[in-house]
């Protein structure tokens, strides 16, 4: 330890000798406590939920003839093929896993988050910077993010590896699904390593990582949808051309464990070559007045939350254009299986097999708007603690009216989102089958249903924010778990009170079913009170 001495004549210790991973364990540990939540629910998640898939595919198609008439019918929609992939065999194995495809994407969005939260998020509160004046490394950081993002990924593999082995599928299948799900994670977190040291925003940085991971969907379905060329200049087209249970390709593993180190170590040559809280590309001057847009709170958190809302419009378009076109063949895929209406009836829908799809579908959007939802009320979060709110409120801004302004776009953004997907689901499902004014209103119907249920989750965490903002990340983990809930309730008969619990449930199951008042002016009653207590909450505590 040395010494050195201020102008003004303080003598300050200075600690030498220390490599830049120094204290990488005790930043591990730190890590692993703040994820103690949210780290177990997407490795549970993602380990568990393709067995159930699995499972729920082999309960509905008990004979080879019917498994083949399921892969024929997958194969001659291009739809279908774009959204999930396509399917290399007709075992139970391949066929059960055909819907888990998606899996691979979204496990993307989770490390992406979780390695971006533990590295520019860091850096962007000053958290890292007073870390950093300690003994602790300059790679530390990003060592111990990688490190726990990593160890989750391949907990992901084992434990669907596992699970798939115990089912009594083949061994060589389920470690090549194991192996690829793991691998995708592991691209996609040395991915958002590399988008950490771009920008000085952490939105900024996600933002780059999912329009990578939208451009590597895109290229994987409009690949898998053509002649395959397009899939294989996708990291997510080498998952799904691992082909689990029919002739694995274990080669494919090469590709994308040599992307995942070229990135990792590109984001330490990164990292090593600027300085702690700056970013590769430079920050642009603003303009030397502000916009007529910008002159209050509304303005401001419209200027916060268009791009995220833009990015989301275009993924609920896309999404909802893929599905209408996927309606029309849905009888040929499910055919007159009595099981299969079943089990659609509890997932929502109902008895006639298109308009169950439509419900199941949008069932599914609605969950989607609800992550927005969620992502809007933790902006205010997150103002609050880098200390943004604290400037804005010390102006002549009213608490209420500054969390409202936020608010509007976490109640107003899924009606927006949601309207989008209704119409091109029933836009395109009426070009397609005919009837195109009573199909557009049927795909709206059945998606702005849904918006009172979203709305139960936007005060959810509205409320955890204003009354223990501290736990505000939580909100993710009750959309978790609801998601959970969602699925195993239709596939497992849980009990009819947990199921209760989430609200997607509880909507009329439009189109086909009659409509009912009384869930929606529960859910809207239900909804205002959480909202009203969050936003009460927030007027009358402390900023952070």
Known sequence: ???????????????????????????????????????????????????????????????????DNYARSITDSPALVAMYGPVFGTDIGSIGLWKAGPFYALIAIAVILTVIRHTRVEEETGRAELVGATSIGRYAGLTAALTMTAVGCVLVGVLAALTLLSSGLPLAGSLAYGAALGGSGLVWASVAAITAQVSTGARIARGIAFAALGTAFALRAVGDAGNGVLSWFSPLGWCVNMRPYADERWWVLVPLLTLAVLSTAAAYVLLGRRDTGSGLLAERPGPPRAAAGLSGATGLAWRLHRGSLLAWSVGFLLYGLLMGGAIDSVGDILGDSQQVKDVLARMGGTEQLQNSFITFAVSFLAIAAAAYSISAVLRLHEEETTQRAEATLACAVGRARYATSHLLFALLGPVVLLTIAGLCIGGVYGAMDGGFAEKVGDGLGAALVQVPAVWVITGIAMAVHGLAPRFAPTAWGVLSAMLIVFFLGALEGLPQWLIDVVPFVHPPKLPGAPWQWSPILWLLAVAAVLVGLGVAGFRRRDLR
């Open 1 to 67: 330890m040395t010494a050195v001495t201020t102008e003004s004549g303080f003598t300050a210790p200075v600690l030498r000798g220390s490599t830049d991973f120094a204290g990488t364990a005790q930043m591990l540990r730190l890590y692993l406590r703040r994820d103690r939540i949210v780290l177990p629910l997407w490795v549970l998640a993602f380990g568990l939920l393709p067995t159930f898939y699995v499972a729920s595919t082999e309960s509905v198609y008990s004979t080879q003839a019917e498994l």
